[in-house]
């Protein structure tokens, strides 16, 4: 079972930027697509970003895409997560997810693997 632990987040003024990690227990992190998402107080989750085992293909939904960037280091078995141009509405707890397979996946249900969260609060 992999155990995934974010860190990174916290306080930022509109227009900033904050940089999550990701770190993946599993030494064979590559045989795993990651994947972002949020939760804000009162809403359900949304898929953020993901990328693929090599990290060549990576996804977006159009509320973060040009501002959010998804990468990884299968060599430190980690995940990170760039967010640029933050806003206020981007404030939520952000979740680093995992799941077996060759496909990426904006569906919360298709990862098998959750970290614990961290919160992320975007204002002035």
């Known amino acids: 079972q992999v155990q995934l632990v974010e860190s990174g987040g916290g306080l930022v003024q509109p227009g900033g930027s904050l940089t999550l990690s990701c770190a993946a227990s599993d030494r064979t992190s590559i045989n795993y697509v990651m994947g972002w998402f949020r939760q804000a107080p009162g809403k359900e989750r949304e898929f953020v970003a993901t990328i693929a085992r090599g990290g060549v293909t990576t996804y977006y939904p159009d509320s973060v895409k040009g501002r959010f960037t998804i990468t990884r280091d299968n060599i430190k078995n980690t995940a990170y997560l760039q967010m640029n141009s933050l806003k206020p509405e981007d404030t939520a707890v952000y979740y680093c997810?995992?799941?077996?397979?060759?496909?990426?996946?904006?569906?919360?249900?298709?990862?098998?693997?959750w970290g614990q969260g961290t919160q992320v609060t975007v204002s002035s």
């Open positions: 997810a995992a799941r077996r397979g060759t496909y990426i996946s904006t569906l919360a249900n298709e990862y098998e693997y």
